[in-house]
T-cell receptor
């Protein structure tokens, strides 16, 4: 199984809502990533978990809160988002963060619209 | 500033034409280099990678790329493109510099192959 799954595929939320994005992989990968991709732009790294510990936070606003409950799951909790946060949110995983080839497997993304 | 540059934003080719997409990066030290492809309506997937060893790497679907360290380049090539190669191509660099982990994508090149 070389798949990264993400739910939901689409999400519309108001600025006062609380929602969560979910990501799952069963490849035994120990590094998992959240990216944000705006239209016609490249993915931008937000967070990286390595062995279920938050290793990298690319100065992301606190209204985005990541969580890694176990080695297969990665969540992104959203609260009090702004319209400019509307984007495609991509999850990815790789075998390891620092050791070995660090090619990433991407999920299909969650398309988020903040009203 | 450290960056990944893809100079061709849009490329249009006829089938059977040869392809070369440029990628230059400005990170020092050890880097891992990747090309990802995003076909219409599909998620990002790895095309090829350079980790170490032979600087000429071969990927899926007849693509290859050459790492030229002195030029900080990792250009993607294919001798003869097909209509099915129509997609967006992203170069990516993974580097650890000054204790900071980076996984940066270039701005992407949209390739359209005319049948």
């Amino acid at each position: 199984d070389t798949e990264v799954t993400q739910t939901p595929k689409h999400l519309v939320m108001g600025m006062t809502n609380k929602k969560s994005l979910k990501c799952e992989q069963h490849m035994g990968h120990r590094a998992m990533y959240w990216y944000k991709q705006k239209a016609k732009k490249p993915p931008e790294l937000m967070f990286v978990y390595s062995y279920e510990k938050l290793s990298i936070n690319e100065s992301v606003p606190s209204r985005f809160s990541p969580e890694c409950p176990n080695s297969s799951l990665l969540n992104l909790h959203l609260h009090a988002l702004q319209p400019e946060d509307s984007a495609l949110y991509l999850c990815a995983s790789s075998q390891d963060l620092l050791a070995g080839p660090r090619d990433q497997y991407f999920g299909p993304g969650t398309r988020l619209l903040v009203l | 500033a450290q960056s990944v540059s893809q100079h061709n934003h849009h490329v249009i080719l006829s089938e059977a034409a040869s392809l070369e997409l440029g990628c230059n990066y400005s990170y020092g030290g050890t880097v891992n280099l990747f090309w990802y492809v995003q076909y219409p309506g599909q998620h990002l997937q790895l095309l090829l990678k350079y980790f170490s060893g032979d600087p000429l790497v071969k990927g899926i679907k007849g693509f290859e790329a050459e790492f030229i360290k002195s030029k900080f380049s990792f250009n993607l090539r294919k001798p003869s493109v097909q209509w099915s190669d129509t997609a967006e191509y992203f170069c990516a660099v993974n580097a650890i510099t000054s204790g900071t982990y980076k996984y940066i994508f270039g701005t992407g090149t949209r390739l359209k192959v005319l049948a």
